[in-house]
């Protein structure tokens, strides 16, 4: 296994694109993974709650980690998430990403079921035996209803092949609280709306859904917290929040498949039961595309 630490940097935490009958669409991996990087990215986080990961087999997620890294491996740093419900599941996927080139897996807590800690600890050890690749752990209490606690991540980091935490919450104390304790591990923040608070507070960079469409937003916070310049920052937080805010009125993963769709980007439908955003919410996020095409913000699929 390869002991290289995630240092810093912006990933999209990607979509999925399916076909019109919802299967896989293994066509669509490079044109998104192409307008995503073009954007200036660091590198794609596959297989997570953007893409929709829970409501698809075993084997689609495999294709999906296998197809990726065909088409993306040394365009990008790639993390696979392999997280699941199931030990077995996610250890499956996790010797996918390490016999396909990914440079880290990533992994929710195994959910549903309640389980105390030792069962979560060695779900994680066997997920990074599995893989040899090191593991970041992805900390989404509001999706997976397992509250991890601050002491539960840091007892985990004792293992020197986690190397650090996606930070999916809104508790940027516990986030401070978190990188003071263990200053050698990489914290990624996962809450878009709030990517310039957490940046200031640390964050190592982050990882996030709307990264699949304006990720020149977060890389551009990240620039400008590092020059000290706090009222580009600003302007660019804002950026994101207004998109934001009107994907909470389409849907946010919907939203952001119809926004991509409308760009030229073929990433298709989400998967029932989500379903299509109505035709009212739709009035201003095409408005909010149209502006940001026209002014140059946004820019549209190469054809």
Not at 153 to 163: C, F, V
Request: include cysteine; aromatic fraction near 8%; charged fraction near 15%.
């Amino acid at each position: 296994m390869h002991n290289k630490a995630v240092v810093n940097g912006i990933y999209a935490a990607m979509l999925t694109p399916f076909n019109d009958d919802a299967s896989i669409s293994v066509e669509g991996i490079q044109p998104l993974v192409d307008y995503i990087l073009s954007t200036g990215v660091n590198g794609l986080y596959a297989g997570g709650s953007s893409g929709e990961c829970i409501l698809q087999s075993r084997i689609e997620r495999e294709l999906l980690l296998t197809e990726l890294a065909n088409y993306a491996k040394g365009k990008g740093t790639l993390i696979a998430h392999v997280g699941a419900a199931s030990t077995a599941d996610a250890v499956a996927l996790a010797k996918v990403a390490g016999t396909n080139g990914y440079d880290y897996v990533s992994a929710i807590p195994p959910y549903y079921y309640p389980h105390d800690y030792t069962n979560i600890r060695d779900y994680y050890t066997a997920i990074v035996d599995a893989a040899g690749l090191p593991l970041i752990i992805y900390n989404i209490p509001a999706l997976t209803g397992v509250d991890l606690g601050t002491n539960g991540i840091l007892q985990l980091l004792e293992d020197e092949r986690i190397i650090g935490v996606k930070f999916t919450a809104t508790d940027l104390f516990q986030f401070w609280q978190l990188r003071q304790a263990a200053p050698d591990k990489s914290f990624f923040f996962g809450t878009d709306e709030m990517f310039l608070a957490a940046t200031a507070t640390g964050a190592d960079g982050g990882i996030g859904s709307t990264y699949n469409l304006i990720g020149d937003v977060y890389v551009g916070i990240t620039d400008a917290i590092a020059a000290g310049d706090i009222d580009k920052a600003r302007q660019l937080q804002y950026r994101s929040n207004e998109l934001v805010q009107l994907l909470l009125t389409t849907g946010v993963l919907p939203g952001l498949k119809h926004a991509l769709n409308r760009l030229g980007v073929p990433v298709g439908p989400c998967r029932q039961p989500f379903s299509a955003p109505s035709t009212e919410s739709l009035v201003k996020l095409d408005q909010w595309i149209d502006k940001n095409v026209k002014s140059g913000l946004l820019k549209q699929a190469s054809a």
